[in-house]
């Protein structure tokens, strides 16, 4: 009970100060959402990306020099995903590391035969169950200033740690009541299946194809194009988005 009596009277501490106008800049310059948003929204976002900034622990890596602007970038893409939710600020995130650009990791996978595999695996970003979430720079900045092209690994690996609010990877995140998870089911797997079916058959899709790897990619994926192919989304999608905006409660085609 005390401690968080400290945490709510460092954050009411933290948010009485008046929003860095350097901080500012960076959202303007690298966050192209930042602009659709309306006052209101600008505010709500300032103040929970403070937080989120203030109470999370950044390490660069491979080289990379933590930055403020590379904080504010991540903090405000992050914050973005849960501007209209309630939310405890990513609670399963303690830490973010930084690579200056894509990095290798090592990948430990089981084959069909049962044979244990291990080698390296070139990566722009990753959420561990358990752990950080560790993002490339460079393709953080890319992704954040374009807002259009249905790429954002912020928003992709902050989507799997909302993924994991209920202990599990399988692209169902926590949701509010059984009729939202009935519907999650029918529509989810629904559009799951058929891009699952356009991808074997060579078609062209919205979502990028690397959604059809599982479940919880594909709702990954489809959290970086329900903010950023918005209105294609709305059109050829309706009922995965009407699931997204009621689940983010986002709107973010009208914006």
Known sequence: MIFDWIRE??????????????????????????ALLNQEERAKLQDDLRVFAHEKSWEGCGGFEMTDEARVTIAGLACLLVLARPHDYFANVESILVYPTGYVARDRAVGPDGVVREGPSARLGEAWRNGPVVLSWLDVKTGAMNGQDGRNVVLHEFAHKLDLTDGSANGVPRLKDDAQYEQWADVMSAEYERLVRDVEHGHATLLDEYAATNAAEFFAVATECFFEKSPQMRETHADLYEVLKAFYNQDPAER
Not at 12 to 31: D, H, I, S, T
């Open 9 to 34: 009277h460092h954050r009411k501490e933290l948010l009485a100060a008046p929003f860095p106008a350097e901080w500012a800049g960076y959202l303007e310059r690298n966050v192209s959402h930042y």
